[in-house]
């Protein structure tokens, strides 16, 4: 699977829109890009993935370039319970997935 | 999204026995499981995946007589920790995936400590 490349960790103003960026140059055709973010002491929870497209749900977008190799994630309103650790990973559909360090966001008030 | 539980939330075991783990799939049928080990400041480490009826596949440095997985229906898996060392104290964390593969929803994790 391809690896990721994401920033140790930002800030973000609560209200405000939290733009998380990812790096996948070597990515292959059909390999997807997962979004999971974890909690302190808690388990990951998945967030969003796409394949090409651009994605939105309930809880965020997902914005991909159109060579593929890098992407971001945008919690639209960040709010002081979004501060967690976020992992960009990009697998094949039903494969395990690599985590890595990920981002660690911290929403402030 | 799906519900995946785990059981216990914290253990406490001494040093020589053994522990087992359990991760449901609430709301869905689980083809897949998958078990994580997760330490101190650190990212998680998959330990193993198993398919409901087959043995589970270790990752690379992972013992498989150490970390017992049983995968026995669509919605149970377990894993048991034998012969318990402080070096096995960590957070374990368990994922399911239906049949179609896609996401994996998680557990929220037990928290082994080991004396």
């Known amino acids: ?109 | 999204g799906a519900v995946v539980s785990q059981h216990p939330s914290r253990v406490i075991c001494k040093s020589g026995t053994s522990v087992k783990i359990e991760c449901r799939s609430l709301d869905f049928q689980a083809t897949t499981m998958f078990w994580y080990r997760q330490f101190p400041k650190q990212s998680l480490m998959l330990m193993a995946t198993s398919n409901e009826g087959s043995k589970a596949t270790y990752e690379q440095g992972v013992e498989k007589d150490k970390f017992l997985i049983n995968h026995a229906s669509l919605t149970l898996s377990t894993l048991t920790v034998t012969s318990a060392h402080p070096e096995d104290s960590s957070f374990y964390i368990c994922s399911a995936q239906g049949a179609g593969g896609g996401e994996q929803y998680f557990g929220p994790g037990t928290r082994l400590t080991v004396t």
Request: proline share 5%; with cysteine; net charge positive.
């Open chain 1, 1 to 109: 699977d391809a690896k990721t490349t994401q920033p140790p960790s930002m800030d973000c103003a609560e209200g405000r829109a939290a733009n998380l960026p990812c790096n996948h140059s070597t990515i292959s055709g059909n390999e997807y890009v997962y979004w999971y973010r974890q909690i302190h002491s808690q388990g990951p929870q998945y967030i969003i993935h796409g394949l090409k497209n651009n994605e939105t749900n309930e809880m965020a977008s997902l914005i991909i370039t159109e060579d593929r190799k890098s992407s971001t994630l945008i919690l639209p309103h960040a709010t002081l319970r979004d501060t967690a650790v976020y992992y960009c990973i990009v697998t094949k559909g039903g494969n395990k997935l690599v985590f890595g360090a990920g981002t660690i966001l911290r929403v402030k008030s």
